[in-house]
Nanobody, 125 residues
Framework: QVQLVESGGGLVQAGGSLRLSCAAS????????MGWFRQAPGKEREFVAA????????YYADPVKGRFTISRDTAKNTVYLQMDSLKPEDTAVYYC??????????????????WGQGTQVTVSS
């Protein structure tokens, strides 16, 4: 079965960096898009970034543009989220997700078919 396993979360001071990883297994993801979402306490799960597995094309939510970078390693079946210049408002549980959808970028959590368990990111001020 499909498994997405996130790692790399932790506690960091404002202005610092973290790199999240998402190891994918259980199927061929070449026709998928991979996304990162986050959910802070009391808030809805929100889109952060996405990458098309085959082409490497990218899409970012406005709050993270210029600070976060999504990438993938096709040989390792792993997607990364490099987070720089972190802010306290970036504090959330971060989730990796996969969708078979194409065309317009999928930014709703309901557009994604598979999810990881999440990893906590806490940014202190």
């Amino acid at each position: 079965q499909v498994q997405l396993v996130e790692s790399g979360g932790g506690l960091v001071q404002a202005g610092g960096s973290l790199r999240l990883s998402c190891a994918a297994s259980g199927r061929t993801f070449s026709r998928y898009r991979m996304g990162w979402f986050r959910q802070a306490p009391g808030k809805e799960r929100e889109f952060v970034a996405a990458i098309t597995w085959s082409s490497g094309s990218l899409y970012y939510a406005d709050p993270v543009k210029g600070r976060f970078t999504i990438s993938r390693d096709t040989a390792k079946n792993t997607v990364y989220l490099q987070m720089d210049s972190l802010k306290p408002e970036d504090t959330a549980v971060y989730y990796c997700a996969a969708t078979a959808g194409g065309g317009s970028w999928q930014i709703g959590w309901y557009d994604y078919d598979y999810w990881g368990q999440g990893t906590q990111v806490t940014v202190s001020s």
